[in-house]
């Protein structure tokens, strides 16, 4: 009887532990280096899992894992909490990496000599995106994307429409378009996150780059720069359906890519979704044209997949030699004409023929990184917008804008204003 | 008496892994909510300890009102529309009818189907399908889309609540119905309740216990109502359809503000307790014992 119970007890006991000590990984047994890269872009999968093949048959002393989960932002954090942190991470540019920059995760990658290869400007835009300035890099830019406006190049072509490079030629070719009997512009709106693609293309042209930094440090507030924002995006919806917050992303690539609209304003990321509707589609992309004077204008461009190397990765120099794998050029070239993105490393790639319209931009470096990637994700900004669309109350919006901002960033503004108190202000 | 002591001591065995496996994964981690919520955690990284600021901030934050009254309403309105038709769909379906077996089961369909998969199917019903019929017989509001409508995209939710919870309610109230003896009937004929009468003094009073399983299950279920909304609506539009468990979620994991809203989380916690032990005994007093 003693017996069998003493086996039960311990049964029990090896049951618990098994639940509560969740496997603790074993580490370098023969000599070959572990490294996970945990990156947020479900749809680059199939890419990512030819280069990690590639990646293991080529080097024998790393094994590198490259997950590409749905929901990854959310994977990370919950491993964060945990204190579980993969070896590199691949994000966007956007607040999480300032969050993460702010919170010690990352590494100091600044003696990386890879990092001489990327186009300075994307360096300097993850830069920018530190709460208050830090020393050193980050992250290392790989890809990166652009929001205008999508348009059918046949349907232009056939009915002799030109690209707009002013406020009002826009406003005019959406009167041309609509004497036709075409609609001119799909919308998604019901997903609440594609309500930021107008937004942000208009808001690059309209208002200052640094709108953000400057609300946080006290010295302007979104009441005076968004105004014209959001007049005009409240302007574009006069051209799209009827009744655009009934239908979502899907919904409205779906409704592009057959046809249904001439021109659809979305980031140059929902090429691909729109091509697996109808492969045969001809799209090209021109910059949103927010302003009259066509010099003030701007490509609304920001990092869309970064590299950055975690403090708690125990071998560095292994981490790194995974990321100049990922940045060698056939593996750059492979992954834009996959996802239809812009390279951020410096050099010559073909860009895929969707970006034609942009490419001027691109090549002459006139690019500003996206207003909502300094947007606090608890604000729900994207929701705000949406709900601003279906009243159409400036004013109101504007107002509720600036307190939410307040609210919900006062830990940032505190921790900014004390950081130019003591160093005054830069500039 | 050693026998006793010994099989004592097994169900001890028993009972302490699970009672170890409970506190683990319930108590330890509401503890723990509890504490987050005294913080400006952001689920990752360092936090300070604000006090009791969360807790000020949810009072004063009109999104965090506003989610408390859709969900409020969502659950009253859903709980009356269920109980309604499910109560006369069990009448019904517990009557002398043909082919009683088979309408039985297809009425219990739904609740086999998952939420989100019905939430997906009943977004494109409302997108697509409900707007034409609504063009179709000319009326204005159903020819747009339910589900952008602020002012009418809750009325879609609890419609689709409302179709999948009947299902499991319809059983209950069945199973409900048959525990009521015929001669109570045979009574009642001679007395002269027929109809109306004879449900509202003889059925209704002996199946109360059936009824107050079905409110506690309803509001609670209401109440906490997330799949359907994360498939249909998000939130949208205008964030008219913020349920507080999706907000918790969403505004949370995905915004960042886990401190904020594990404050949330707790006091939604006292709310449904609070809720849940009311019912109990205000529907307790109610019950008839045959």
Redesign the interface.
């Known amino acids: 009887m003693r017996r069998e119970n003493a086996i039960s007890a311990a049964l029990a006991v090896a049951m618990l532990t098994a639940v509560i000590l969740p496997g603790c990984g074993s580490e370098g047994d023969s000599g070959v280096t572990e490294i996970e890269i945990l990156q947020y872009k479900p749809e680059a999968a199939a890419y990512f899992d030819r280069v990690e093949d590639e990646f293991n048959e080529s080097h024998d002393d790393i094994h590198l894992t490259i997950s590409s989960p749905n929901d990854a932002s959310t994977i990370m954090r919950t491993r964060f909490i945990r204190e579980d942190y993969p070896d590199i991470i691949g994000i966007g540019g956007d607040i999480n990496y300032s969050y993460y920059v702010d919170a010690g995760i990352l590494a100091d990658v600044s003696d990386y000599e890879g990092i001489s290869d990327i186009n300075p400007s994307y360096v300097d835009i993850l830069e920018s995106l530190e709460i208050v300035p830090t020393e050193g890099t980050y992250g290392v830019p790989y890809a990166a994307n652009a929001a205008g406006v999508l348009y059918n190049r046949e349907m232009f072509e056939e009915h002799g429409w030109e690209i707009p490079e002013t406020w009002d030629e826009l406003i005019q070719l959406c009167e041309d378009i609509k004497s036709e009997g075409i609609l001119p512009f799909y919308f998604g709106f019901r997903d609440t996150w594609t309500c930021l693609a107008p937004w942000n293309a208009l808001a690059v042209g309209l208002a200052p780059s640094d709108t953000c930094q400057n609300v946080n440090a006290g010295e302007t507030t979104f009441s005076k720069e968004y105004r014209e924002t959001a007049q005009k995006c409240l302007e574009l919806l006069d051209y799209g359906p009827d009744d655009p917050f009934a239908y979502g992303y899907n919904d409205a690539c779906t409704a592009f890519a057959n046809g249904e609209s001439a021109m659809y304003p979305i980031g140059s990321y929902a090429v691909p979704q729109i091509k697996q509707v109808n492969p045969d589609m001809n799209i090209d992309s021109f910059v949103m044209p927010g302003n009259n004077d066509a010099s003030e204008n701007t490509l609304n461009s920001g990092v869309d997949l970064m590299f950055a190397v975690t403090e708690a990765c125990e071998d560095k120099d292994a981490a790194l030699e995974v990321i100049s794998f990922l940045l060698e050029d056939d593996n750059i070239q492979a992954y834009i004409d996959d996802q239809n993105a812009i390279p951020c490393k410096a050099g010559e790639f073909e860009l895929a023929s969707e970006l034609d319209g942009m490419a001027s931009f691109i090549e002459a470096g006139n690019m500003t990184d996206y207003q909502d990637h300094y947007y606090p994700s608890e604000m729900a900004a994207d929701a705000l917008i949406q709900t601003f669309l279906i009243n159409g109350d400036v004013d109101t919006f504007l107002e509720d804008f600036d307190t939410r901002w307040q609210r919900y960033n006062r830990d940032i503004i505190r921790e900014v204003q004390q950081y130019n108190e003591e160093h005054g202000t830069a500039e | 008496m050693k026998k006793a002591n010994?099989s004592k001591?097994?169900y001890m065995?028993i009972t302490?892994?699970i009672l170890?496996?409970f506190v683990?994964f319930n108590t330890v981690p509401l503890i723990r909510g509890v504490i987050y919520s005294f913080t400006?955690f952001?689920?990752?990284?360092?936090y300070d300890w604000v006090g009791l600021r969360n807790y000020m901030?949810l009072f004063t934050?009109p999104?965090i009102g506003n989610s408390y009254l859709f969900t409020i309403k969502l659950a009253i309105v859903a709980t009356i529309v269920t109980n309604v038709i499910s109560l006369v769909l069990a009448l019904g379906l517990n009557s002398k009818i043909r082919g009683k077996t088979f309408l039985r089961a297809a009425y219990f369909v739904p609740n086999v189907l998952g939420a989100l998969v019905v939430g997906y199917i009943f977004q494109y019903i409302f997108?697509y399908i409900l707007?034409e019929i609504g063009k179709m017989v000319g009326n204005k509001t159903l020819s747009?889309?339910l589900?952008?409508s602020?002012s009418l995209a809750w009325i879609a939710i609890v419609v689709v609540c409302a179709w999948q919870n009947i299902a499991m309610n319809t059983i209950i109230y069945i199973s409900g119905l048959q525990t009521v003896p015929e001669d109570v009937y045979e009574a009642g004929d001679l007395d002269g309740a027929t109809g109306w009468k004879k449900f509202r003094y003889l059925t209704f009073p002996l199946i109360i216990p059936f009824f107050t399983i079905n409110m506690v299950l309803c509001v609670k279920n209401f109440l906490m109502v997330f799949d359907q909304i994360m498939a249909m609506?998000?939130?949208?539009?205008?964030?008219s359809t913020e349920s507080i468990s999706y907000l918790i979620y969403?505004?949370g994991?995905?915004?960042?503000?886990f401190g904020?809203q594990s404050a949330n989380a707790v006091v939604f916690f006292i709310v449904i307790v609070a809720i849940s032990v009311a019912q109990m005994s205000i529907s307790s007093k109610k019950e008839e014992q045959l």
């Not at chain 2, 952001?42 to 360092?46: E, I, L, P």
Request: net charge negative; aromatic share 4%; hydrophobic share 20%.
């Open positions: 010994d001591r097994t065995l302490i892994p170890a496996l683990c400006n952001k689920g990752f990284g360092d901030d934050d999104r997108t707007p747009t889309s589900l952008s602020t609506t998000q939130g949208g539009p205008a964030q969403q505004n994991m995905e915004g960042g503000s904020y």
